[in-house]
């Protein structure tokens, strides 16, 4: 059996949006800010996610607004693409099985 799971506790770099698939299926987007904290060289790094959220627990995404503390947990799937110049790029998006708003 193999797994990819991710929890994430970090704050909303914008507020959610609700949107309705072609398909007439509703799910939700957002960013998330996680902040480290390195201490034996006391600095802090960012790293940012982009979540997506579908069906049924999408349905109170939209109370997600900017600089709320949010939990997340979800699978990492790759987002791959070709740039104008050539060269292939990507972005971790996160499926978010399940969400709470911490506040």
Known sequence: MNLQQLLLMGRATKDAEVLDSKE????????LAVNEYLS??????SYFYNILIFNKTSVNADKIKKGDLVMVDGRPEVDAYLSNEGEVKGNIVVIAHKWKLLK
């Not at 007439?24 to 987007?29: D, E, F, P, Q």
């Not at 034996?40 to 790094?45: A, N, V």
């Open 24 to 31: 007439g299926k509703t799910y939700a987007r957002f960013s």
């Open 40 to 45: 034996k060289t006391k600095e802090t790094r």
